[in-house]
């Protein structure tokens, strides 16, 4: 085994990596995946089921989402969780969307309005369960 092919084959993907890093914060990088998703703060924030205050504060880098919300947002972004996390690989854009994305961003839209409407029918009957059980006593 030729060491030296070796070697020269790390570097060379190490040098890569390097090219393609975004130096951007994992809050920056969050936002601009956000809003080339199309997604604003607060909708995006409710379809995670945090609140927009959170959502603020990794996006300003003053604190810092878990590992299983960092994927799940990587997902819904349609962004490589590489990417997210590290700035390695290519980074969102919205003048490269094709179509197809435009139309998943508008069924995004359109599911986390259907959320709040759910969270606003499940509020309610859960006041009319309350009501019923007190009328019974």
């Known amino acids: 085994m030729d060491l030296s092919k070796t070697s020269a084959a790390k570097r060379s993907a190490r040098e890569q990596i390097a090219v393609n890093a975004d130096n951007d914060t994992l809050g920056g990088r969050l936002s601009r995946a ?4 199309g997604l604003a703060p607060a909708e995006f924030a409710n379809a995670l089921g945090v609140r927009k205050q959170t959502l603020a504060a990794w996006e300003t880098d ?3 989402p878990r590992a ?3 994927i799940r947002m ?3 972004l349609n962004v490589n969780p590489a990417w997210l996390i590290q ?3 290519p980074d969102p854009s919205e ?3 094709p179509a197809s994305i435009a ?3 508008k069924q995004m839209r359109r599911l986390v309005d259907l959320q709040g409407q759910m969270k606003l029918a499940i509020a309610g009957m859960a006041e009319n369960l309350a009501r019923a059980e007190k009328e019974l006593r």
């Not at 956000?34 to 998703?37: C, F, I, K, L, N």
């Open 34 to 37: 956000r809003e080339a998703a």
């Open 62 to 64: 003053r604190s810092e």
């Open 68 to 70: 299983n919300r960092l």
């Open 74 to 76: 990587a997902i819904m």
């Open 87 to 89: 700035g390695i690989g």
């Open 95 to 97: 003048d490269e969307a």
């Open 103 to 105: 139309r998943i961003r």
